[in-house]
């Protein structure tokens, strides 16, 4: 037997401000429209119960016959019969009487609450929302009326004045209707099928109880899981925030992002100035940690990675690399593999910031122009590197019968030292052939006067003269120092 009523609601905010998302909560002015829809001469036009879950009912634009509804009981009942689900204890509700003395529509001005969308920070879309139910329906075991949306009556009024941003184009809205139940509970604590320990939280997946039904417009978690007995019809009206990309990135961001390319840096800096590579890594570690630090008081404690922590997790991966290669080569170095410890050099001065540019445009910072960005000048790091080790292998591979010559250049005073370890093993230091100079001098340079060895067939130090040291050469003669020799 009909006895379900259908009363359309509309909501248009005034104002919002304060959205504090540490705290989970946003202030709004809005003005709510309750028109109830009746026949032509007046009575109530009624519903079958399973109307609240008929999907071609939950919006009612432009109603034939209605007029203004006061919720029942509304004299007796607190905030004029609304159930006002999210809203702070400290509130503002008042009835605005129309032309006629009747009651034209309500004004509520307080807080509320939402549920933060922390996963996404600082590029969320904050889903603010507005949650009203009929307050003497939650009283009752059998549904008495159902909400439906006015779209005529609803919207966003131009006179909001949000903090930050320059008109109303970051924020627009959505609407829903659901049966939600209230108590009393046939599974006050409701049952997840996916339970474990799991470092990061997971959304549950609740059973539902044995009656509910998922195709009847009730709410899943409310009668589903816990499995209320009481429904009631709730209206929700959601403003969607969303913060602006540019300043957020600049808020965010950039720090970091310029502390990661000055440790870059570190890749250009030979082995030879090893301590200025670690200097480098470690400052650049600890602006990082101290801006995340400043950065995670900005957000509510959760359980969930921020996309802000993703970035921060990223570059710290960025830095530690350069502190993994940094070490490699320290070892090399003055393991005597100083040949290897230069080509390690060699190859990460152009992979290292290229590796490190793709690392930082995956999956962190969602916005094409900075992705582009990342990905362009790592692309061109790494290219430069094949490049460079491709004529490195042609020239190898092209001069594979010649040695490279390894000179090793006795500067005043150190001489006699070399020529002790030449002594004791010659074979261990790599030489080249010499070519004489046309007037029958051999080539040398150096500061001082020194000695001309030759290492193979025999050792023989003879005395020189000239302006430099002395230059070690493979020569199968013995070696004079005349002229530019010594």
Request: proline fraction near 6%; glycine fraction near 8%; charged fraction near 20%.
């Amino acid at each position: 037997e009909p006895s379900v009523r259908r009363v359309g609601v509309g909501v248009h905010v005034v104002n919002l401000a304060d959205i504090d998302m540490k705290n989970g909560k946003f202030y709004a002015d809005f003005e709510v429209y309750l028109h109830k829809e009746v026949e032509e001469d007046g009575s109530d036009r009624l519903y079958p119960p399973d109307a609240v879950n008929d999907p071609d009912l939950a919006e009612c634009g432009n109603l034939r016959h209605w007029v203004p509804y006061a919720p029942t009981h509304a004299a007796t009942l607190a905030d004029v019969g609304l159930q006002l689900v999210n809203v702070d204890r400290l509130r503002t509700v008042s009835r605005v009487g129309g032309a006629n003395g009747s009651l034209d529509h309500i004004r509520v001005q307080s807080y509320f609450f939402y549920r933060t969308n922390v996963t996404y920070w600082p590029l969320n879309i904050e889903a603010l929302e507005l949650m009203l139910e009929e307050a003497y329906e939650g009283l009752t075991t059998e549904p008495t009326l159902v909400l439906c949306h006015m779209p005529e009556y609803s919207g966003l009024s131009d006179s909001i004045r949000l903090p930050g941003t320059i008109d109303n184009r970051l924020l627009t809205y959505s609407w829903g209707t659901t049966e939600h139940c209230n108590p009393p509970f046939l599974r006050p604590v409701r049952e997840c099928s996916n339970e474990g320990h799991s470092l990061f939280e997971e959304m549950c997946d609740c059973l539902p109880v044995e009656d509910f039904d998922a195709d009847g417009g009730y709410d899943i978690e409310s009668c589903g899981c816990r499995g209320g007995r009481r429904p009631s019809s709730r209206y929700r009206f959601t403003v969607n925030f969303r913060f602006p990309e540019v300043a957020a990135v600049l808020t965010a961001f950039l720090a970091p992002m310029v502390i990661s390319f000055v440790n870059l840096a570190s890749y250009l800096i030979p082995p030879a100035a090893i301590e200025t590579r670690f200097s480098l890594c470690g400052s650049t570690l600890l602006a990082t940690v101290m801006f995340h630090v400043s950065l995670k008081q900005q957000t509510p404690q959760s359980s969930v990675l921020t996309l802000a922590d993703k970035v921060m997790f990223s570059i710290y991966t960025v830095i530690f690399s350069s502190f993994a290669v940094s070490t490699l080569i320290m070892v090399l170095y003055f393991a005597k593999y100083r040949r290897l410890s230069a080509a390690l050099f060699i190859a990460m001065r152009p992979l290292g910031p290229g590796l490190s540019l793709f690392l930082l445009s995956g999956y962190t910072i969602e916005v094409q122009e900075w992705t582009q960005a990342c990905r362009a000048a790592g692309s061109l790091c790494i290219t430069l590197g094949l490049a460079q080790l491709c004529a490195r292998c042609a020239g190898a591979v092209l001069c594979g019968e010649r040695k490279r010559p390894w000179r090793f250049h006795l500067r005043r005073g150190h001489y006699r030292k070399v020529l002790e370890e030449l002594w004791r093993d010659p074979e261990e230091i790599e030489v080249a052939e010499l070519q004489p100079l046309p007037d029958g001098g051999l080539p040398g340079y150096g500061a001082g006067v020194g000695h001309a060895v030759a290492v193979e067939p025999h050792l023989q130090v003879l005395p020189g003269a000239g302006a430099g040291g002395a230059v070690l050469q493979r020569a199968p003669m013995d070696v004079g120092g005349v002229g530019a020799a010594t």
